[in-house]
């Protein structure tokens, strides 16, 4: 009995200690006085998040209510405090003039247990600046150059396709899929070097493993626990990958480079750059460095161009005169060059550009940033001081809708990018793809992508709303990029 008594003494006393720990960290923001919500003492401020509300949908929350109070606010995202970034100058000076002090995201990744979770996106420190100068020359002008012609076949075969199922009457289409698809496709073979050919085999493997990517994360809770504690739960061994996408890419990319090292092949690709690298003697990249390069590629490539495609469709159907506008551009500079759409040729299309930026600033694939301080840094005012390890986040998606930077901000409007209002405003009031050192690497890429696809489809067809048209759009709140949970039904006819 005494034993017993015992043993319960110590488990009282260590759930004590347990429950002052965890109210001591969810009291950090409070202590230490700075605005904020009081946080659910295991959600943080995220309660009923991926039930009810999107990710971004709290930062919205506490960017309306504390904007003015000062640089940051405080923010538990689930049990860590982290801090909320208001002010563009501090933006700023996060992401790029004291770049060298927030290099990490401070996002999870696991390089023995999970290896194609340490990709570029992921890694840290000196083995990122190390990835990244070496991938850099990977997306250069000259090297988008190449694979222009690749992303325009794609879109051709595109075209086909839907010209198929719209007919001499017009139909209502499901766009989100067949936009899915056709990156897929191009991302299939701009970096394996592969014809995935979705567009005509929508159960083709790579569509599969894409949508499983997305549609079968692991448990809620895991997914939790992982990204508020990244350090701890890769200590853990935790993965966040599925065993049986991990196993679909990593087989992909081993016949892939088995077979072009065999047989001498060298093509203008993603693959052939990380081939060279992994022979190279001073670079050396191994395989599973080169499956989880190669991965992202495709992960990024792929959703992010396909949902910023279909969200742009959808405000082009809800806004016929803007995709008149953009029609005639199109028309006209294609009249200039033969008919045909060349790397030059697009960068003649001014409002192509001017709607697509629009479509980022009011869909935004990423809603926000993060960041990890990694010693303590002085904002000018002592209060505001953000300490070593606290996490960062960038509210872009609130920042792109707010009044003060974009006038009537649910209205779409291409012109807020014509090079004069752009001129007026603030750099760090339009980061759909970052900014500094971290800016996302693909930004050439997914620029020339979706804008090659937008151009065919606008030449061919006209979009419209229809009665199965979903407007607003819905997000689903299990993804932390803004991904619709409806199909994006539109009215399609035959130019």
Same mark, same amino acid.
């Given at each position: 009995?005494?034993?017993?008594?015992?043993?319960?003494?110590?488990i009282?006393?260590?759930?004590?200690? @347990?429950?002052?720990?965890?109210?001591?960290?969810?009291?950090?923001?409070?202590?230490?006085?700075?605005?904020?919500?009081? $946080?659910?003492?295991?959600?943080?401020?995220?309660?009923?998040?991926?039930?009810?509300?999107?990710?971004?949908?709290?930062?919205?929350?506490?960017?309306?209510?504390?904007?003015?109070?000062?640089?940051?606010?405080?923010i538990?995202?689930?049990?860590? $405090?982290s801090?909320?970034?208001f002010?563009?100058?501090?933006?700023?000076?996060?992401?790029?003039?004291?770049?060298?002090?927030?290099?990490?995201?401070?996002?999870?990744?696991?390089?023995?247990?999970d290896?194609?979770?340490?990709?570029?996106?992921?890694i840290?420190?000196?083995?990122w600046?190390?990835?990244?100068?070496?991938l850099? $020359?990977?997306?250069?002008?000259?090297?988008?150059?190449?694979?222009?012609?690749?992303?325009?076949?794609?879109?051709?075969?595109?075209?086909?396709?839907?010209?198929?199922?719209?007919?001499?009457?017009?139909a209502?289409?499901?766009?989100?899929?067949?936009?899915?698809?056709?990156?897929?496709?191009?991302?299939?073979?701009?970096?394996?070097?592969?014809?995935?050919?979705?567009?005509?085999?929508?159960?083709?493997?790579?569509?599969?493993?894409?949508?499983?990517?997305?549609?079968?994360?692991?448990h809620?809770?895991?997914?939790? @626990?992982?990204?508020?504690?990244?350090?701890?739960?890769r200590?853990?061994?935790?993965?966040?990958?599925?065993?049986?996408?991990?196993?679909?890419?990593?087989?992909?990319?081993?016949?892939?480079?088995?077979?072009?090292?065999?047989?001498?092949?060298?093509?203008?690709?993603?693959?052939?750059?990380?081939?060279?690298m992994?022979?190279?003697?001073?670079?050396?990249?191994?395989?599973?460095?080169?499956?989880?390069?190669t991965?992202?590629?495709?992960?990024?490539?792929?959703?992010?161009?396909?949902?910023?495609?279909?969200?742009?469709?959808?405000?082009?159907?809800?806004?016929?005169?803007?995709?008149?506008?953009?029609?005639?551009?199109?028309n006209?500079?294609?009249?200039?060059?033969?008919?045909?759409?060349?790397?030059?040729?697009?960068?003649?299309?001014?409002?192509?550009?001017?709607?697509?930026?629009?479509?980022?600033?009011?869909?935004?694939?990423?809603?926000?940033?993060?960041?990890?301080?990694?010693?303590?840094?002085?904002?000018?005012?002592?209060?505001?001081?953000?300490?070593?390890?606290?996490?960062?986040?960038?509210?872009?998606?609130?920042?792109?809708?707010?009044?003060?930077?974009? $006038?009537?901000?649910?209205?779409?409007?291409?012109?807020? @990018?014509?090079?004069?209002?752009?001129?007026?405003?603030?750099?760090?009031?339009?980061?759909?793809?970052?900014?500094?050192?971290?800016?996302?690497?693909?930004?050439?890429?997914?620029?020339?992508?979706?804008?090659?696809?937008?151009?065919?489809?606008i030449?061919?067809?006209?979009?419209?709303?229809?009665?199965?048209?979903?407007?607003?759009?819905?997000?689903?709140?299990?993804?932390?990029?803004?991904?619709t949970?409806?199909?994006?039904?539109?009215?399609?006819?035959r130019?």
């Amino acid at each position: 009995m005494e034993l017993l008594t015992y043993l319960i003494s110590i488990i009282f006393i260590l759930l004590s200690i @347990f429950f002052y720990l965890v109210q001591r960290r969810m009291s950090y923001w409070k202590r230490r006085q700075i605005p904020h919500i009081e $946080p659910n003492l295991f959600t943080g401020n995220f309660q009923d998040v991926t039930k009810t509300r999107h990710l971004v949908d709290p930062m919205r929350d506490l960017y309306t209510k504390f904007k003015n109070s000062g640089p940051f606010c405080g923010i538990y995202f689930f049990q860590n $405090p982290s801090a909320l970034i208001f002010d563009l100058e501090l933006i700023k000076k996060i992401l790029v003039r004291d770049f060298n002090n927030f290099i990490d995201r401070g996002v999870f990744y696991n390089e023995k247990d999970d290896p194609i979770s340490a990709h570029l996106f992921s890694i840290e420190g000196a083995k990122w600046r190390s990835l990244r100068s070496k991938l850099s $020359p990977t997306f250069s002008s000259g090297r988008m150059k190449f694979m222009f012609q690749t992303v325009v076949k794609n879109a051709q075969d595109f075209v086909k396709i839907l010209d198929e199922f719209v007919g001499e009457e017009g139909a209502v289409i499901e766009l989100k899929d067949l936009n899915a698809r056709f990156t897929t496709d191009v991302i299939g073979s701009c970096a394996f070097g592969l014809e995935v050919n979705s567009l005509k085999d929508p159960n083709a493997q790579f569509r599969i493993y894409g949508q499983k990517i997305f549609s079968e994360q692991r448990h809620g809770l895991i997914m939790m @626990f992982v990204n508020s504690c990244p350090s701890l739960a890769r200590k853990l061994g935790m993965k966040v990958t599925n065993d049986d996408v991990e196993e679909f890419f990593m087989g992909v990319v081993k016949k892939t480079v088995e077979y072009r090292e065999k047989n001498n092949i060298k093509r203008n690709d993603f693959m052939n750059i990380l081939i060279d690298m992994k022979n190279d003697g001073q670079t050396g990249l191994t395989f599973e460095e080169i499956a989880a390069q190669t991965f992202v590629f495709y992960l990024a490539g792929f959703e992010t161009s396909s949902s910023t495609m279909s969200h742009a469709l959808m405000e082009l159907a809800q806004n016929t005169e803007i995709q008149d506008r953009l029609r005639a551009e199109v028309n006209e500079v294609l009249a200039k060059h033969n008919d045909e759409l060349t790397y030059d040729s697009l960068e003649e299309m001014p409002y192509m550009l001017q709607v697509f930026n629009e479509t980022l600033r009011r869909y935004p694939v990423l809603p926000f940033l993060q960041r990890m301080t990694i010693d303590d840094y002085s904002t000018g005012d002592p209060k505001y001081k953000i300490e070593k390890g606290t996490s960062i986040f960038i509210p872009v998606e609130p920042i792109h809708m707010d009044p003060e930077y974009y $006038p009537n901000p649910e209205k779409f409007d291409p012109d807020r @990018f014509t090079p004069e209002e752009i001129a007026k405003r603030d750099t760090a009031a339009y980061m759909p793809f970052g900014e500094g050192p971290r800016k996302c690497i693909g930004l050439r890429f997914g620029k020339m992508q979706v804008r090659i696809g937008l151009a065919h489809l606008i030449k061919n067809f006209k979009f419209s709303v229809c009665d199965r048209t979903q407007y607003p759009l819905r997000f689903d709140n299990k993804q932390l990029v803004l991904q619709t949970t409806d199909g994006i039904y539109l009215k399609v006819e035959r130019v």
